[in-house]
């Protein structure tokens, strides 16, 4: 699997937006882009993902760069309850049961 | 409902012991993983199982035996417990199939395993 790199830590203040940055130089032609967060004391949860185009949902929004080496979570206007680890990891679409390489992730503090 | 269930939450168990984790989704996915996150954080996979077969078994200590009785469930049996088994164990599922990589994994809430 194809490895993504992700700064330890971030901070951010309630109510401002944040962008997590991943950077992913080696990602293939079939990787999809995923991420997840994990909350304190709890399992890790989907987040959003995309293959090249950008993507939105009503968590998070996916910026992916054209050339597909790197990409950016945005948390429009981060909440106390987003403080967590976030997981950028990188998963080819095909193959049975492929499994996530799940990395040390960046740790965001969400200041109030 | 819960989509992905854990028990138990909490074992604590003496070395040398054996001990199962059961799991069970409700999801109707044809995938399960086992992971494990230790002390330091970091999560890995040690089993995959897709329709009741077994995709993924990552370098695991064979004391540890996954058990699929059927598409819903994978329990996880460990042998001869040891100190550095100590960790959370995570259970998940996804819809895979053979061009599904890119469907997302929905985790269990995890089984806090202490060895004393």
């Known amino acids: 699997d194809a490895k993504t790199t992700q700064p330890n830590s971030m901070e951010s203040n309630e109510e401002e937006p944040v962008h997590l940055p991943c950077n992913h130089s080696?990602?293939?032609?079939?990787?999809?882009i995923h991420w997840y967060r994990q909350l304190p004391s709890q399992g890790p949860e989907y987040v959003i993902h995309?293959?090249?185009?950008?993507v939105n949902n009503r968590m998070a929004s996916l910026a992916i760069a054209e050339d597909r080496k790197s990409s950016t979570l945005i948390l429009h206007r981060a909440t106390l309850r987003d403080a967590a680890v976030y997981y950028c990891?990188?998963?080819?679409?095909w193959g049975y049961g492929q499994n996530f390489v799940f990395g040390p992730g960046t740790r965001l503090s969400v200041l109030p | 409902d819960t989509a992905v269930s854990q028990t138990p939450k909490y074992l604590v168990t003496q070395m040398g012991n054996d001990k199962s984790i059961k799991c069970e989704q409700n999801l109707g996915h044809d995938t399960m993983y086992w992971y494990k996150q230790d002390s330091k954080k970091f999560l890995k996979i040690m089993f995959s199982?897709?329709?009741?077969?077994?995709?993924i078994n990552e370098t695991v200590p064979n004391r540890f035996s996954p058990k699929s009785p059927d598409k819903a469930h994978l329990n996880l049996h460990i042998n001869s417990l040891e100190l550095g088994d100590s960790a959370v164990y995570f259970c998940?599922?996804?819809?895979?199939?053979?061009?599904?990589?890119?469907?997302?994994?929905?985790f269990g809430p995890g089984t806090r395993l202490t060895v004393l």
């Open positions: 080696t990602i293939s032609g079939t990787d999809y």
């Open positions: 998940a599922s996804s819809h895979d199939g053979l061009a599904g990589g890119y469907n997302e994994q929905f």
């Open positions: 199982y897709n329709n009741k077969e077994l995709i």
């Open positions: 995309g293959l090249t185009s950008n």
């Open positions: 990891i990188l998963r080819d679409s």
